[in-house]
């Protein structure tokens, strides 16, 4: 099946500080989401974006799916920012169910 | 906004009992996804759900597991005889269309068995 890897597994900034969050995959994708899970556990909708670049404030995600990879850029980070980012993928050749990665943990400290 | 809803946001139960976890998808939403997170690790696959049948399922989701969707709004996922190694998040998502399109998840049901 297909293989997602997410870096760094770690990542501990100061606030104000900005961070890129990369997620690569290992077969062609056509649904690429990110998510932030919260202290709660909940997952968060970030981007919905198999290809191209979005923006939503101090987030942005660019895919370049020809590539295999995706970009998660933070910028001025603050530290609500902290938790865990999940990448997720679907095949173009299968159904539908999302694989995720093992998660980049970003500590934003005060 | 539309958003899928969980009940409940927390469960205990004893080894050995059969829980249901509950989930209303987004309205106008056509599939349905149950997913699982044992803490610490990232977030698994269980089933997919379209047009009242599995599309499709996991090794984890064994004979254990059921879904149903119930009436036009609820979609559930039942574990007959709960094993400890079964305590994780339970996360339910919705498409509105199934290969490429954006899945919604709600907040997760956290299951502890004790």
């Known amino acids: 099946g297909i293989q997602v890897e997410q870096s760094p597994p770690d990542l501990i900034l100061q606030e104000g500080a900005n961070s890129t969050l990369r997620c690569n995959f290992s077969d062609s994708v056509n649904n690429l989401q990110w998510f932030h899970q919260n202290p709660w556990g909940q997952l968060i909708n970030l981007f919905y974006?198999?290809?191209g670049t979005k923006q939503n404030g101090r987030l942005s995600a660019t895919t370049v799916a020809t590539e295999r990879y995706s970009l998660l850029y933070i910028s001025s980070s603050q530290t609500t920012d902290s938790g865990v980012y999940f990448c997720a993928v679907a095949v173009i050749q299968g159904a539908q169910k999302l694989v995720f990665g093992q998660g980049t943990r970003l500590t934003i400290n005060p | 906004e539309p958003e899928v809803t969980q009940t409940p946001s927390h469960q205990v139960t004893q080894m050995g009992q059969e829980v249901i976890l509950r989930c209303v998808p987004i309205s106008n939403h056509l599939y349905f996804y149950w997913y699982r997170q044992i803490l610490g690790q990232k977030v698994e696959f269980l089933v997919s759900f379209y047009n009242n049948e599995i599309s499709e399922k996991s090794e984890i989701f064994d004979d254990q597991f059921s879904v149903e969707r119930p009436d036009g709004s609820n979609f559930t996922l039942k574990i007959r005889s709960t094993k400890l190694e079964d305590s994780a998040m339970y996360f339910c998502?919705?498409?509105?269309?199934?290969?490429?399109?954006?899945?919604?998840f709600g907040p997760g049901t956290r299951l502890t068995v004790t």
């Open positions: 998502a919705s498409s509105a269309q199934g290969v490429g399109y954006e899945q919604y």
């Open positions: 974006i198999p290809s």
